[in-house]
């Protein structure tokens, strides 16, 4: 007996537990080939993949000193004004040797005598013009005759100290390096950064073998969504994964930093460690905003529909911050950062179902 045109489109779509399982199999041994094969390509980009991860970190080191010589001028400028001293520069100087010429300062306090010493100049020479010299400066005398030779003894000019300013180029200044800990973490920071470049490199390949082990438990008439899907979430999860990158970290880590000024804790950043949230989050970026294409899909096979997208949208909410709170670092900042573009996807998500039209019966053809 013939089949019916219903039952040969559930006998191609149907497959057993097992065959869903060896179906993920294969694409889990292919997507690592991927990857073992974009790990080696990655190995040739290392180190410039280093330079890149690095920048935004240096980045923020720079701007945290560079904001902090300008509040440490302006502190010192504000005791010189109110003990009626001459300040070297003027704030304005400061702020423009600090922010276009990238210079920093080390401020020292040392003794008249040492500087003169080291320019080979006499005290009549450094002495500012209008003012007198350390030698023409009054002697105390005792008022007690007996005491005149112990109070010529022990009488000595004190001069106050004169504040001494270091400029260097910011890029120079060691405490606005990346530090490691061991001989090998260079060696282990690079393996990572390969790695993240293969994984790179090898995403396309690595989200096809999702999206075929996807279409593997859909109907043939569904399936055609798998080739349309595929582009689009690809491009979605590198353009989470910039998002990250050239925009969120460095809102991110100039936040944090402010709280070492506040707290008057100088920042010594670990390259391992940042590694790790340079990583992590760009990958956890990319992967949320699958959300309009997951919701997308979704509604494309009936499981959900725009009526049911909207009747739960305070509950999809709810659980976008909580996955932004997993997803992030325990700072508010990187939570919100993630939670609120994940809102916008969703509405927008929501309003692409919309535009897609009510679903078809999948057992039309």
Not at 10 to 37: D, K, N, P
Not at 188 to 217: C, D, E, R, T
Not at 230 to 250: D, E, H, Y
């Amino acid at each position: 007996m013939a089949k019916t045109r219903d039952e040969d489109l559930f006998a191609e779509s149907s497959m057993s537990f097992g065959e869903h399982l060896e179906e993920l199999r294969t694409a889990l041994v292919r997507s690592l080939l991927g990857l073992i094969v974009g790990f080696l390509v990655g190995l040739y980009f290392g180190y410039d993949v280093v330079d890149i991860i690095k920048s935004p970190l240096e980045k923020s080191l720079a701007t945290y000193y560079k904001d902090g010589a300008v509040l440490e001028y302006k502190t010192f400028l504000a005791k010189q004004n109110e003990a009626g001293l001459p300040a070297p520069y003027t704030l304005e100087q400061v702020e423009h040797l600090v922010n276009e010429d990238k210079l920093v300062f080390t401020m020292y306090q040392v003794h008249p005598s040492a500087v003169r010493t080291t320019l080979g100049l006499s005290e009549a020479d450094s002495a500012a013009p209008g003012q007198k010299s350390a030698a023409t400066k009054p002697v105390l005398q005792s008022s007690s005759a007996s005491n005149t030779a112990k109070s010529e003894a022990s009488t000595t000019i004190v001069e106050p100290l004169t504040p001494l300013f270091v400029w260097q180029p910011v890029s120079t200044l060691d405490r606005a390096s990346i530090k490691g800990l061991s001989a090998q973490e260079a060696f282990m920071i690079y393996l990572k950064a390969s790695l993240m470049a293969g994984v790179l490199f090898a995403s396309p390949w690595i989200f096809y073998q999702l999206w075929i082990f996807v279409a593997a438990g859909l109907y043939p008439t569904e399936r055609r969504f798998v080739h349309i899907f595929l582009p689009i979430s690809l491009l979605l999860f590198l353009t989470g994964a910039a998002f990250c990158f050239f925009i969120i970290f460095q809102f991110v880590l100039d936040y944090l930093f402010r709280f070492n000024r506040e707290l008057g804790i100088a920042p010594d950043p670990r390259i391992n460690e940042w590694l790790g949230f340079a990583i992590f989050l760009p990958v956890g970026f990319g992967l949320s905003f699958q959300l309009p294409l997951v919701m997308l899909f979704l509604n494309r096979i009936g499981v959900m529909s725009v009526a049911d997208y909207l009747a739960k949208w305070k509950i999809s909410v709810l659980v976008i911050f909580v996955v932004a709170m997993i997803l992030t670092p325990a700072d508010p900042i990187s939570m919100l950062a993630m939670a609120i573009p994940l809102t916008g996807l969703f509405f927008g998500g929501i309003l692409i179902c919309k535009w897609a039209g009510p679903r078809k019966n999948p057992l039309e053809r």
